[in-house]
C-alpha cells in the first residue's frame, strides 16, 4: 500500500431536518467533483428511466454503498472524495441517535459540518436542533446551506431572511458559521461551480468552503489516551506476556513512554508495540486499533484510560456535571439508574441534581425535575463507580459519553467538570501510591499458584457482639491448619500501632478505615488471605475500601439480623450458629469463589 502522507483526511458531518437535501447535495458533490465511479451517474440514470422514476442524486449514495464499503463494516452513511487539496469523509447523519452515536464511540470525528436547510420551508425545529448538537459536541466550523433556492426562484430577500433568523439562534449557542451558501443540491447551484442563476451571491462554493476549513489541531499533537478494551495473553506457548488493547483517541504513543492507567493510577513502561498481523512498530497515532506490552505486569482492566505520565492528566470521579441530550421515548428521571458509557468504560448513572433544562429547537429553559425527548439539560451525574474522563474545554473526544436506557442509546453529552466526592480525598491518595509502588518481579499470578490460593480480604461485619472475633479467629485457625497463608488482623492491632497518632476512633473512622485498607492492601500484595473483622460497616465505608484496594479482591460477610444494614454483603450467617458451622460457610464460599480450591 503505498500512504501520500502529503494528504490530508477531513470528515464532515452533514446534518439538517428530514427532506431538506442532504444526501441530493451530497450525490451532487460527487458528481460535480468526478468523485464517482466511471459511468455511475449514467446507470443511475439509465435504471430509474426503465423504472419510470424520477432522478435523483440521492439515488448515487445508495449505488455507492457496496462498492465503497468493500467489505469493511462501516454504517452505510459514509461516503469519500477528494479534492485537490484533500480527502474527505462525508457522513449522512440520517437521525440524532445516529449522529450522537457516531460522534461519541469515535466512529468517526467531524471536525466541520454542513447544515442544511431547506429554503421553501425554512427553519425548522431540527434545524435547530441539530445547530444545538453541533455546538455542544463541540464542532465550531459550521456551514449552513440554504437548499432548494430554485424552489424560491432564487430569491434574494427570501435567503437574507432564512439567514438572519438563523443567525439569531446560532449566536445564542455560540456558533460563528463560516458562511451562508444559497445553493440548489437539485440543480448543481454553488456546489461544485458558482451559480448564473444567483448574480447577486459572490461567495463561495460548497466546494469552496469545504477546502476552506481548517484541520482541528492534529490530535498527535494532544495528550494520548486510549480507553482499554481489554488485556489478553499472548497464548504461544511460554509467552506469559500480556497485550493492552485498545484504539488511540488521540496523541501518540512510542515504545519507551512511561504510562499510567486511571482511575487506578497504575503505571509502566510501554515494552513493546504488537499490531496484528504486522510487524512490531516504535509508534503508534491516533485513530488506530493497537496493543502493547508493559515492563512489568501491572493489574488493569477494561474501563481504564491510558494516558502518558508526562502529559495532562485525566480528572477521575463519581460525580460530574454534563450538559446531555436526551433522546430516549420515555423521559430521563432523577434517581433511575442508567448506564453511562465513556470510552469503554460502563458504569450506573443517576441524575442527582438537574441545574435546567433547555428546549433545544428554541432555547427556552426552565428548572424541572426531568429530562424529555429533545431536551437539553445541565446537570450533574453520580456514577456508581469512578471514571477517568476529560473534561469538554480540554479535550473534547473523551468528554463524550452515551447514555442507555435498557439497552439502547437514549442520550449523550459531554462532560463539563468533574466535581469531588466523598472518595475525592482518598482516590488522589491511591492514585498517588499506586504511581510511585515499586513493582516486585514476582506476579500475582506467581504467587497464587505457589500458595495455591487467591489473596483475598473477608471483612466480616456486623452490629456489636455478634461474636465477630470469635468466627473470624475460628476461620483463621481453620483455614492455617489446611495450609493456607492467612492472616486475622483486630482493629487494635491497628489502632495502637499504625493509628497511635490519631485520637479517637469515632472523629476519625474514616481515616482509620483507610489505614486498615492499606496495611490489608499491603498483605494482600502479599499474596495472604487476610481477615478482618469492623464493627457495623455501612456501603459508605465499604466504597472507602473499594477505593483503596482492588474491589474484586473484597468478600463481605454480614453477621446477625440483616435487616439492620444497607451493605450489600456477600455471604449472610444468622447469630447463633457455632464457630465452626460458620468459619465452614465462609470458607465454602470461598471455595465458591475460586479463591481457594477443593482439594
Ligand atoms: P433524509 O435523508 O430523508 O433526511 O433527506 P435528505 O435531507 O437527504 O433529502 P434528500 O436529498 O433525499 O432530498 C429530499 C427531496 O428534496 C428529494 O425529493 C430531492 O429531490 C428534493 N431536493 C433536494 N434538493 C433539492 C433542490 O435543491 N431543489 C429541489 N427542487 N428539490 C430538491
Ligand atoms: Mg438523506
Known amino acids: 500500500m503505498t500512504v501520500n502522507h502529503a494528504r490530508e483526511d477531513m470528515s464532515i458531518v452533514i446534518v439538517g431536518h428530514v427532506d431538506h437535501g442532504k444526501s441530493t447535495i451530497i450525490g451532487h458533490l460527487l458528481a460535480d467533483t468526478k468523485s ?151 440543480q448543481g447551484d454553488n456546489i461544485a461551480n458558482a451559480s448564473k442563476h444567483m448574480p447577486w451571491y459572490h461567495g463561495p462554493t460548497v466546494l469552496d468552503v469545504l477546502d476552506g476549513f481548517i484541520t482541528e489541531i492534529v490530535p498527535e499533537n494532544q495528550p494520548f489516551r486510549m480507553p482499554v478494551q481489554g488485556v489478553y495473553k ?44 504486522k510487524e512490531k512498530q516504535m509508534e503508534v497515532g491516533t485513530g488506530y486499533a493497537t496493543g502493547f506490552t508493559l515492563q512489568e505486569q501491572i493489574y488493569v482492566t477494561r474501563g481504564e484510560l491510558a494516558v502518558i505520565a508526562s502529559e495532562l492528566k485525566p480528572r477521575v470521579t463519581t460525580r460530574i456535571r454534563v450538559n446531555l441530550f436526551w433522546l430516549g421515548k420515555d423521559p430521563m428521571q432523577m434517581g433511575k439508574t442508567y448506564q453511562l458509557k465513556i470510552g469503554t468504560a460502563k458504569v450506573g448513572a443517576k441524575i442527582a441534581e438537574i441545574n435546567r433544562v433547555i428546549d433545544a429547537s428554541n432555547l427556552n429553559y426552565e428548572k424541572k425535575d426531568r429530562i424529555e425527548r429533545h431536551e437539553v439539560a445541565e446537570c450533574i451525574l453520580e456514577l456508581d463507580k469512578a471514571v477517568a474522563f476529560d473534561v469538554s474545554s480540554e479535550l473534547a473526544q473523551t468528554s463524550r459519553f452515551v447514555i442507555v436506557d435498557r439497552y439502547e442509546i437514549s442520550g449523550g453529552g459531554n462532560i463539563q467538570d468533574g466535581l469531588d466526592d466523598k472518595q475525592s480525598w482518598i ?83 474514616m481515616e482509620h478505615l ?53 451493605l450489600a454483603y456477600r455471604l449472610y450467617l444468622p447469630i447463633g450458629s457455632t464457630e465452626e458451622e460458620a468459619a465452614g460457610k465462609v470458607k465454602g464460599m470461598l471455595q465458591e469463589r475460586g479463591i481457594i480450591f477443593k482439594p
Not at 499458584?449 to 466480616?460: A, C, F, M
Not at 485457625?477 to 495450609?483: A, H, M, S, T, Y
Open 427 to 509: 482516590r488522589d491518595k491511591v492514585m498517588l501510591r499506586n504511581f510511585k509502588w515499586e513493582k516486585s518481579l514476582i506476579t500475582d499470578e506467581e504467587r497464587a499458584e505457589k500458595y495455591n490460593q487467591k489473596s483475598v480480604l473477608i471483612l466480616i461485619t456486623g452490629k456489636k457482639d455478634v461474636g465477630k472475633k470469635r468466627i473470624a479467629k475460628a476461620l483463621e485457625k481453620k483455614l492455617f491448619d489446611e495450609g493456607k497463608i492467612v492472616y486475622f488482623i483486630g482493629i487494635g492491632n491497628v489502632l495502637y500501632g499504625v493509628d497511635a497518632d490519631i485520637k479517637g476512633i469515632n472523629n476519625h473512622r
Open 514 to 566: 483507610r489505614r486498615l485498607s492499606e496495611v490489608s492492601h499491603l498483605m494482600l500484595d502479599a499474596g495472604a488471605i487476610l481477615i478482618v473483622t469492623a464493627v457495623d460497616l455501612t456501603n459508605e465505608e465499604l466504597e472507602l475500601m473499594k477505593t483503596t484496594l482492588n474491589p474484586e479482591k473484597i468478600e463481605t460477610v454480614w453477621v446477625g439480623d440483616d435487616t439492620d444494614t444497607d
Open 234 to 277: 499472548f497464548t504461544r506457548d511460554g509467552d506469559s506476556r500480556r497485550i493492552v488493547a485498545g484504539t488511540v483517541e488521540s496523541g501518540k504513543l512510542r515504545v519507551g513512554d512511561e504510562v499510567v492507567f486511571y482511575p487506578s493510577g497504575k503505571k509502566s513502561i510501554i515494552s513493546s508495540i504488537e499490531a496484528f498481523n
Open 36 to 186: 464517482l465511479p466511471e459511468g455511475k451517474l449514467e446507470q443511475v440514470r439509465e435504471q430509474c428511466r426503465r423504472n419510470a422514476r424520477p432522478f435523483e442524486y440521492a439515488f448515487l449514495l445508495d449505488a455507492l454503498k457496496d462498492e465503497q464499503a468493500q467489505g469493511i463494516t462501516i454504517d452505510s452513511a459514509r461516503c469519500f472524495f477528494k479534492t485537490k487539496k484533500r480527502n474527505y469523509i462525508i457522513i449522512d447523519a440520517p437521525g440524532h441517535i445516529e449522529f450522537l452515536k457516531n460522534m461519541v464511540t469515535g466512529a468517526s470525528r467531524a471536525e466541520a459540518a454542513l447544515l442544511v436547510i431547506d429554503a421553501s420551508e425554512g427553519v425548522q425545529e431540527n434545524s435547530r436542533r441539530h445547530g444545538y448538537m453541533l455546538s455542544m459536541l463541540g464542532i465550531r466550523q459550521v456551514a449552513v446551506l440554504i437548499n432548494k433556492m430554485d424552489l424560491i426562484q432564487f430569491d434574494e430577500k427570501k435567503f437574507t431572511r432564512i439567514v438572519e433568523e438563523y443567525s439569531d439562534f446560532l449566536k445564542k449557542i455560540e456558533i460563528t458559521p463560516t458562511c451562508f451558501i444559497p445553493v440548489s443540491g437539485y
